[in-house]
């Protein structure tokens, strides 16, 4: 079974410096890996996807990622930040052939600071 | 193009009650999955409906139900409501199994309370 691991369970930062939200996930198969944020009292939206190819994602909003498959993590990056990203971020697993049951990390709360 | 939409948006029952959440999937989506998104913690898949169908289902005991209508909208039921029930329910909805679209479409959920 697989597992998701966020390091960050609050990353505070000011306006428009660089943010970086950590994910390491463990499987014993081939994963898929996504991003989604969650704004306060609303659902979840797709920020990025890693199916195949390259290993670096972008995006959404500015938003980055880079697939580790030797380290098993996918971590997010966003090179500045506006008080708008202040939300819940989580990285969410599936297995190939799975069909679409994702795997949730515990999230990570960023609070963007003027 | 209408989104996943889910109803009620909050509600409160007491321990041993049942309750029924529904949601309308996405336009052009006919497979549904619920997910319980306990306070402070990610969401956990509970099940996964396709063409009416149960495919799959998470660490859930069975008193976590649902249902897939033909119009692709779905149910969840909870019977023997405990305190730990209390949670976001989120809906999601995405087009097909075979093959992976790598996108689910969530709704704004049903804040469940149990009291």
């Known amino acids: 079974a697989q597992s998701v691991t966020q390091l960050d369970s609050q990353v505070p930062v000011f306006e428009e410096a660089p943010v970086e939200l950590r994910c390491n996930y463990s499987s014993s198969v081939s994963v898929y890996l996504f991003w989604y944020v969650q704004y306060p009292n609303q659902g979840l939206q797709l920020l990025l996807k890693y199916l195949s190819g390259s290993t670096l994602v972008k995006g959404i909003n500015g938003f980055e990622a880079e697939f580790n498959k030797s380290q098993t993590s996918f971590h997010l990056r966003k090179p500045s930040v506006h008080i708008s990203d202040t939300a819940e971020y989580f990285c969410a697993v599936s297995e190939e052939a799975a069909g679409n049951k994702l795997t949730f990390g515990g999230g990570t709360r960023v609070l963007v600071k003027p | 193009e209408t989104g996943v939409t889910q109803s009620p948006t909050h509600l409160i029952k007491t321990r041993g009650q049942q309750v029924t959440l529904r949601c309308s999937s996405q336009s052009g989506h006919n497979t549904v999955s619920w997910y319980q998104q306990a306070l402070g913690q990610g969401p956990q898949f509970i099940f996964q409906y396709y063409r009416e169908e149960e495919n799959g289902r998470g660490n859930f005991p069975p008193r976590f139900s649902g249902l897939q209508f033909p119009n692709y909208s779905s149910e969840l039921n909870v019977n023997a409501l405990e305190l730990d029930d209390s949670a976001l329910y989120l809906c999601?909805?995405?087009?097909?199994?075979?093959?992976?679209?790598?996108?689910?479409?969530f709704g704004e959920g049903s804040r469940l309370t149990v009291l």
């Open positions: 999601a909805s995405s087009s097909g199994l075979a093959g992976y679209t790598g996108e689910l479409f």
